[in-house]
């Protein structure tokens, strides 16, 4: 199958870091493209850089055109999941998304530990989204910037994630973590083996959650409220994307 | 005070429409600007659509500067919200927001009426994000297309909008009506002075509320997650964007 | 336009002050009409308090007649709220209501801090009432007595309510706070400036929003639970309160 | 045990025909007064007359003074409940919480059949309260004014009732009927044998559970919430219920 | 009356000792007869253990025929009392749905003390499904195992448990403490003596409440989601069991 | 990987066509072991099946000792769900659970068409436990029998299904359509055909994300609430069950 990983953030080598722990869990007959946006922010922290980087995953999805046989959007915020789904037929997850539904498979609660203080509200609105406002006891920030992760494969960062987790399994009395932002993928594993929970990466959640709903034959529903677009007019740089 | 005005879609006329609604509304040393993205659809009836709308408010919000004193975004989907409040202390007001708020304030528990079934959905999230799953009683889509109600200044769909209220008046014993959409904001006169409750239209209940929140001089929090966009670069067209 | 401004206390000295915050913000072509009943507690901090002073705002909704343009609560418990909008056409604003609906369009999340921590479940109430368990992050208690607040203008006060506010920020991780005690309106500016985000005073905010809703022509509905009282006879004291 | 009954209207022979109904159930050595305030309206339909007989019921119970095991308040709306609390050690129990509790033991799911559409709002609150949110499946108004049941013990209502109750059985697919009224008391006996399903009358529910709290000895907790009243001035007729 | 008291465990001692504390607080007339499975885990102190103890309750309640007037299941976890309501007229009441009923009635917040910190999660299940996500203000583990309670009447776990409340009280804001374990039964007057506020065993409610339903003439709505099981094969050891 | 599908029901032929079912979506290096417990009802529709049917879940569990890497459970009502997570630390997942999260990936609303209108309660249930109470947008009975299922593959239920599946879809405003029982698995696929929409067989669904998960590496947290049950004795035919 093939699957489209979209970095909604316009680093590149952010995009390849996901890409590699993409392929660390994909099955070997899954190709994985991955792409980020021609234009918005380097990084994602806050709503005003998300609502860009939404307008950007329509962008790749549109180019994707009826190529991939599913989505992963790789940013914590899931921005511009909805919208995507109009925009295809294959299905589309995000990140986030994947991650509590892969959590709440293996404990009762889980703690969400993510970069800016800031963007907690984000994650708590995709809670309630979800309908995860019970299994998700907290959302808990570091503030490490996003970009820091990028360095050293987020290696310096690992001591403070620890640190972050347990006090989070402590007060949120929690069984597992979902890491809150796509770029801590490189460093689950190792957050993994020293916490002796379940860490959850969004990036690799997703990729396998695609693969198993391809496998199923589900497609995003046509029918309501993920119809493709109307045909209508955009205008100015945004031409393209006009139906 | 200096309103600004956004009307999230591309539609220049539409624009005028509403503005034109505000100004009936709107206290005489209030001077509104009204404005409309360069870029975007012509009409929001979708998440897609609604994506690329809340990108070109951002647009809007930045050109606009320090200039204004409060804005209101004119599409009931309230797109860009949260972004805009990051980029400007004025207070950013949704309309779906203001009606709900301003709906509250007269009965115990109200009904939407809104154009395309399929965009109930967007208006059911906002139901939620906004603390109203208990007081809006129902949403009820026309599929009376955006574009339609900016014919004739909308007067032919007033039969079926009244239809449409009275149904859901009835079946969800509800004591006000609020029209789902900008586009109405022509019509919720008449259709106040047909139904004998409270019609509440978006656009004029914002302005009214953000006139209100001027006068007590409250600005948007900068604490937290409403902070200004933290410094960095935001590449292609959205190049003007970065903070 | 005629506004009155109920305190549902019995304390004239308390009725006064909260006219004169009231004076502050209201238009130039508002007048403020402010009483407070005939009966009933010095102060309200109980839930046995708050039901004769309901009584009270009866009696003071039924000797306005037609001649207020909208009325509003004046006390954080909104005593009375739904009775007084049966008993009369003009929109009614509880404080708490009114307090609760500015913060949300500032913030994304914001904390109460009140008086006694024996009314916090007042307010709690309240929160749930109105749709804001998830914007309101906290109901704080300062056992400050409500006419404690009366001496001096509230400014003994101040260093107290600071601390409570720079906890209930942090501790919450809120934006905004909204100022639990209609006696707080003197204080309201000092502790906006000292804290540095928006502080909200319900007194205030429900001055500006029933001036909005006024504005927008907006009346109580009479279609449905706030239809008036059916007619019947009430014994007693309460003769004269019979439909 | 000594029962106190208030019925917060002041229709006596409503309160002598709601203290048959709770003889009917009680043990033989429960002793029931009951009582009605001095003052207030003849019957409650709507928030208004709500708002005077709570302060009818705290009259009562402070004339009770500390004579009263247990109080129960007879009118569906739970007027003055918390206050009630505060006022008195002995367990207060209003009848639509005590119906509420009942029915929770004999049903996954109740539907609430009552008397005023208008009052619908006023029951759909206490499910909230309560936290039966999930558990009332329905709540559904017959317009039957409260007094009509007064008449000949109610038999004149019963094929009505009977009507309602079966629609809502259908269409909530429930297994238990909560009656909205205190007025309804007499008849529930014959429904019950009509629908041959659980009819739950709050009266004798909350006589029965009045005992069972009292045989447990439960009193209300002074710690918090429910502290006796502070000591203060109230003003005019309120003057006997300052502490 | 008949009540069946079911421990749910297949720990007799502890049976004696939960029936000793019904007997304290029923009535002179309850004729209560205490059983416990044949089979199963000698005490309940996660989801595994609970399966096994629900299955214990069915083969009791059917032992018990119509031998019964009501049934209490003398579990926290409330134990297959769907099932058992299922299976039976008479009404069945869970100890942990009596507490919070009971509790209700006297505070407006309530915290659990319960054993196992592992268990917590099975009280907060049932805190949901009784609609009490808002009464009950927290859920407090102690690590003190079910059997711990058994000797020398639990008096060794009372200073640790009086510690537990305390700190729950204060933290939870609470008014009332429900004790989260059948075993607790015996301690419950003393740490109500200590801590001066009500403390709910429910075993003591789950009686009270159940003799309050006899009376009152309740029984288990057969319409519906409790209606009798249908006949069918049960196979291997449950043949007894099918219908 | 190894994937032990469990039939909590007694009838074989059941728990062959389950398996074939989830063959026909497993990868081709899963090996699919089905079994049934030697225990319980041979259907399960109702709680005191389910009950019983929860047992036997944990006697196969126990039984597969270690050689499972992810555990199915094939009952809509997930009987034993939370017990199994604690016997094992292999990924266990229910059908009703596997569907739901499925269904979230590819619609916005579902609705879940099952068989017996009094089991419609139990999938309520866990739409709660879940978290699906605003994406499920209604369950509904058919009234089939489970075991009509079993002949003829379920084809003779084939129209009933759809004409229940259409209606769900009209009144719910759904995109997709989960099917709320096991047996249902067989006619998955001709009813997706006729309908248009995806039809959700949580059996399918289950196994594929159960392979998702291994693929993962998660395996059930050990810290907390799903830690392995603690040491004791089991009595009677449930020795082998005890620690």
């Given at each position: 199958m093939n699957l489209l990983l979209i970095n909604p953030n316009t680093t590149a080598s952010m995009t390849r870091s996901m890409a590699e722990a993409a392929r660390r869990v994909a099955r070997p007959d899954t190709r994985i493209t991955a792409v980020q946006p021609s234009f918005g922010p380097v990084s994602i922290e806050g709503h005003h850089d998300e609502v860009?980087?939404?307008?950007?995953?329509?962008?790749?999805?549109?180019q994707a055109g009826t190529g991939a046989d599913a989505v992963v959007l790789a940013?914590?915020?899931?921005?511009?999941?909805?919208?995507?789904?109009?925009?295809?037929?294959?299905?589309?997850l995000g990140i986030a998304e994947a991650a509590f539904h892969a959590a709440s498979f293996v404990s009762?609660?889980?703690?969400?530990?993510?970069?800016?203080?800031?963007?907690?509200?984000?994650?708590?609105?995709?809670?309630?989204?979800?309908?995860?406002?019970?299994?998700?006891?907290?959302?808990?920030?570091?503030?490490?910037?996003?970009?820091?992760?990028?360095?050293?494969?987020?290696?310096?960062?690992?001591?403070?994630?620890?640190?972050?987790?347990?006090?989070?399994?402590?007060?949120?009395?929690?069984?597992?973590?979902?890491?809150?932002?796509?770029?801590?993928?490189?460093?689950?594993?190792?957050?993994?083996?020293?916490?002796?929970?379940?860490?959850?990466?969004?990036?690799?959640?997703?990729?396998v959650l695609a693969e198993a709903l391809v496998q199923l034959g589900l497609r995003t529903s046509k029918q309501g409220d993920y119809a493709t677009p109307l045909p209508k007019r955009y205008l100015g740089w945004a031409g393209a994307l006009g139906w």
């Open positions: 860009i980087a939404a307008a950007g995953v329509l962008e790749q999805v549109r940013c914590f915020g899931d921005p511009g999941l909805d919208a995507a789904r109009e925009a295809t037929e294959a299905p589309v009762t609660g889980f703690s969400v530990v993510t970069t800016l203080v800031r963007t907690c509200v984000i994650a708590e609105h995709l809670v309630l989204k979800y309908g995860y406002e019970r299994r998700c006891r907290g959302v808990h920030g570091t503030d490490i910037p996003v970009l820091a992760l990028e360095e050293d494969d987020g290696l310096a960062c690992v001591p403070a994630l620890e640190d972050a987790c347990r006090a989070a399994l402590a007060r949120d009395r929690s069984g597992a973590i979902v890491l809150g932002c796509g770029g801590m993928a490189p460093v689950s594993a190792e957050l993994q083996r020293r916490l002796g929970v379940p860490v959850i990466d969004g990036v690799a959640a997703a990729v």
